[in-house]
C-alpha cells in the first residue's frame, strides 16, 4: 500500500513539474515562424465554406500565409486589432498578434495586404490569431 502511495505521488509531482514547463513555454515567435501555406483570402475562405472538415484536417493551427483587400478594421475588447479580409459574404479575420512589434496598426478599407497567423477556425469568418503583417 506504500508503495502505490509513492508512486502516485511521484506521477503526480512529474505532472505538475510538466505543467510548470508547459506554462512557462516561451510563445512561437510570429515574425521569424516559417509558413507553412500561402493562399489567398478568397480562397481560404471558400476551402471552409466548402468543406470545414477538410478544411480545419489541411490549416487548423497551422502558419497561414494570407493576402487579400482589407474589408474592415475594428479594435478588439482587450484593446487589439482585428482585420477582416475581403471573401464574399464574410471573409478572413486577422487579429494582431499583441506579443509582435508591429510596423503599423492602422488599415485603410480596400487596400491590399498579407499577413501571417495561425488558423483558429471557421466561425462565418475564417479566424487568425497572432497575425503579423509581411511585406
Known sequence: MKRILWIVLGLALM???YGVYLYN???KNMTNAAVDQKITAQELYEAFNNDEAASNA???D???AVSGQV???TQTPEGGTKITLEAGDFGVSCELDPLSKHTRTTFQAGENVSFKGICAGYNLDVQLAR?????
Open 25 to 27: 513555454k516561451p510563445h
Open 62 to 64: 497551422k502558419t497561414i
Open 131 to 135: 497575425c503579423v503583417e509581411i511585406k
Open 58 to 60: 489541411r490549416y487548423l
Open 71 to 73: 474589408k474592415e478594421v
Open 15 to 17: 505532472g505538475g513539474a
